[in-house]
């Protein structure tokens, strides 16, 4: 069974400083898939990252960072003098295998960031 | 370029009343599509998805079901609605091949009296 598992229910952070939500998954696939979604208080969810297992490198776009290590089962988001508009629930998730990529969200993590 | 439209975006419904959420995506052929379903403002839960049309998988079994009449049209349906039925329905795509994240739509914010 797979699953992603985010403890940081809430976090709030004071503006300018850096801030990480922390995502660690359980998979028996060889070769999976993790993503990071935002949801803003207008409930859309916005795609934000994409990354596959055979690819460890870290992806910086931004002030917003993400750091993949296979070794602890982990894909954390940190993003870099946080903005009042980072204020929102982040989801990080987990392809299923199979051909109808179905995807396992951890609970999300509400940060709010204060101005 | 690809667009996901849900409607209605809000709906307040009495309980023992039947529901109709619909979803349609343009600008792509034979997604995958999903219904998830977010209570207490924060988890998501899969309720449904469909690789085609037809073809529909039920995740959690429930007081809904869904539809796809069309290639890019997804329904979500009740006939009798509960008060556990409240929440934000949002529907999502990917395509069946090359992409792997998913794609959302603007959802449905459903309040059961």
């Known amino acids: ?115 | 370029s690809q667009t996901i439209h849900q409607w209605p975006a809000t709906l307040v419904q009495p309980v023992g009343s039947p529901l109709s959420l619909e979803c349609t995506v343009e600008g792509t052929s034979n997604p995958n599509l999903y219904w998830y379903r977010q209570a207490a403002g924060r988890g998501l839960q899969l309720l449904f998805y469909s690789v085609g049309i037809g073809q529909i998988s039920s995740e959690v079994p429930q007081n809904l079901s869904a539809s796809r009449p069309q290639d890019r049209q997804f329904i979500l349906s009740s006939k009798k609605l509960l008060l556990s039925d409240s929440g934000f329905y949002l529907c999502a795509w990917n395509t069946g091949t090359g992409l792997y994240e998913q794609y959302f739509g603007p959802g449905t914010r459903l309040t059961v009296t």
Do not use: H, M
């Open chain 1, 1 to 115: 069974a797979q699953k992603v598992t985010q403890a940081q229910t809430e976090i709030s952070v004071v503006e300018k400083e850096d801030v990480t939500l922390d995502c660690v998954y359980e998979t028996r696939d060889t070769t999976y898939y993790l993503f990071w979604y935002k949801q803003p208080p207008s409930g859309e969810l916005v795609f934000l990252i994409r990354r596959n297992s055979f690819d460890e490198q870290n992806e910086i776009s931004g002030r917003y960072s993400w750091n993949f290590q296979k070794s602890t089962s982990s894909f954390n988001f940190t993003i870099t003098a946080s903005q009042v508009v980072d204020s929102a629930v982040y989801f990080c998730a987990l392809r299923r295998s199979g051909s109808a990529r179905q995807l396992t969200f951890g609970s999300g993590t509400q940060l709010t960031v204060l101005p």
